[in-house]
Structure formats: structure tokens, C-alpha cells
């Protein structure tokens, strides 16, 4: 979660939203990533999604089962989308995100019927800096 922290203080930095998202596998990152939505633009550029294309074109395989995403951000609804279908081990996120989150908030996309895959979740690591990144975020915007 450190790294994504990392990535998160960089976006931050650039203009955008500071979320970022670390794919693990054996213990080792094989892909990370930052918001790049208005630096590419585009809205689909998600911190989440992002890593999960690389991490993808990493190992290979569309299938990133055994494989961890950390990331700063409970992930909304586009995000988890990915998440189940590209099978990933576990998620792991830092702040909740009650107006966008779609993991413990909103669609809860992993716990409906429809949804092909849920990974185990684990909530609040690293979630004091993620959610102090994104109100500094902000009230500067306001």
C-alpha cells in the first residue's frame, strides 16, 4: 500500500484526482499506476484500470488470478467490473468512498448474483493518508 500511496501524492501533484493502484504477484509489483483521466483524457483511466491493462500485458494473460490489487480508493463500479472479470486473488483498499465506492458502498458489485468472480476484500489499510491525500485534494479545488 505504501507504493500506492505513492502514486496517489504523485497524481496529486499533477492535477489529478490522488488514487493509485499496485497489482502484486509472488510477493512481487508487476504493475502500478495513478488517475491519468485528465492528463489522457480520458474517463476511463482509473488508477485501477490502468494497473489491471498493464499488469495484463505483463504476465501475459487476461486472467490475473493469484494476483492482489492494493489500491488507495475503495474502487467505484467500472472499477470492480475489472476487477471481477479479470479474477483477481484479493483487493485491498484504503479509504471508503460512500458517494462513489462500489465495493461496501453503493452497487456492492462483488456481492451480487450476477457478478462472475469476488475477490476477498480487506478494507482500511493505509486509510488515514489515502483519505487525508484526498480531502487536501479537494479543498484546494473548492
Known sequence: MDRALDLAREAALAGEVPVGAVIVSGGEIVAEAANETRRRPDPTAHAEMLAIRRAAHTLGQERLTGCELYVTLEPCAM????????????????????????VDHGARIFAQLQCLHSPEVTAGTGEGEAASLLRAFFVERR
Open 79 to 102: 472499477c470492480a467490473g475489472a476487477i471481477a472479470h479479470a479474477r483477481l486473488a484479493r483487493l485491498h483498499y484504503a479509504a471508503s468512498d460512500p458517494k462513489g465506492g462500489a
